[in-house]
């Protein structure tokens, strides 16, 4: 796209943005990307040559819970040296830019608190969260080494497992009913770095367009969900995120 046509269309978002009293963002692991952290489809993904089925669903951890907290375990061994980026740092600058703004992430990697948002939805729970499979007790996970033993609960002594949602498994109703709530009465949602094949997320996009909401895709790639968007915008999000800031805060000025 040419650099006209890319300033028109932050003006014509940051202009949308302004306007809504609501503002609700709906992210996926492209915008931990660059930060360093894979995605989960293509082919680098966390995926590729990994099977889910085997890694993140309750039959895996009946079945072999060692496999599946390696796993676990080497996720967060990654994880603890990864930082926000541009994308994550200016989503805390448009929630502090509108009135109302919801954070709904599938994300589980905790970035986005670390940047400083601060109305976050975990919809997929987060890596660094340990739970008890007896009491339920939760835990933050340690962040300076032991990422090689299985955490036991410090209460009742039986195993914890990871604090996310494998699939299968119901997302907390608390996350989902909130962001349901988010996505009928926002005025304006932006679907950034996600595939938009997993649902119930993929169906908030839906579900706020169905009520009105101005929508707009930031991606490099076409999703399914491309063709109901008011807008898409080719581009990475630690690009369009800030861009689209800096033409809010232009827009104060002007
Ligand atoms: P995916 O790996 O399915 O999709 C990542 C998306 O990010 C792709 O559409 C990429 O084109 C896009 N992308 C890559 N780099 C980007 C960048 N710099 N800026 C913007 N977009 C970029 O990840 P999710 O859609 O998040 O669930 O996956 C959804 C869920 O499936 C995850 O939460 C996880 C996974 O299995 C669970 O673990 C329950």
Redesign the pocket.
């Known amino acids: 796209m040419a650099a006209k046509a890319i300033d028109d269309c932050m003006v014509a978002v940051a202009d949308r943005l302004r306007r809504a009293q609501h503002v609700c963002c709906l992210?996926?692991?492209?915008?931990s990307?660059?930060s360093g952290i894979?995605?989960?489809?293509?082919p680098d993904?966390?995926?590729a040559g990994r099977s889910?089925f085997d890694l993140?669903t309750p039959e895996a951890f009946a079945r072999d819970p060692e496999t599946v907290w390696r796993f676990c375990l080497w996720r967060r061994s990654q994880l603890v040296t990864k930082r926000p980026n541009a994308?994550h740092h200016a989503l805390v600058a448009i929630e502090r830019l509108v009135p109302q703004f919801t954070l709904v992430t599938?994300?589980?990697d905790g970035l986005h608190r670390a940047a400083g948002s601060a109305n976050i939805l975990e919809?997929?729970?987060n890596l660094m969260v340990d739970r008890c499979t007896a009491c339920a007790l939760e835990t933050q996970a340690a962040t300076d080494g032991g990422f090689e033993t299985i955490p036991i609960c410090p209460e009742c002594r039986a195993m914890m497992r990871p604090g996310?949602?494998?699939?299968g498994?119901m997302l907390s109703l608390d996350a989902i009913q909130k962001a349901d709530a988010a996505a009928r009465s926002c005025q304006a949602m932006l679907v950034?770095?996600?595939?938009?094949?997993?649902h119930p997320?993929?169906g908030l996009a839906e579900m706020a367009r169905l009520h009105g909401a101005f929508t707009v895709e930031?991606?490099?790639?076409e999703?399914p969900l491309s063709r109901i968007m008011n807008m898409c915008i080719r581009?990475?999000?630690?690009?369009?995120l800030p861009a689209i800031v800096e033409a809010m805060n232009s827009s104060d000025r002007g």
């Open positions: 992210i996926g692991a492209g915008i990307a660059e894979p995605t989960f489809r293509g993904g966390f995926w889910a993140a994308g599938q994300n589980v919809l997929h729970g996310v949602v494998w699939f498994e950034v770095g996600t595939s938009s094949v997993v997320a993929a930031i991606n490099p790639e999703t581009m990475p999000a630690g690009e369009a």
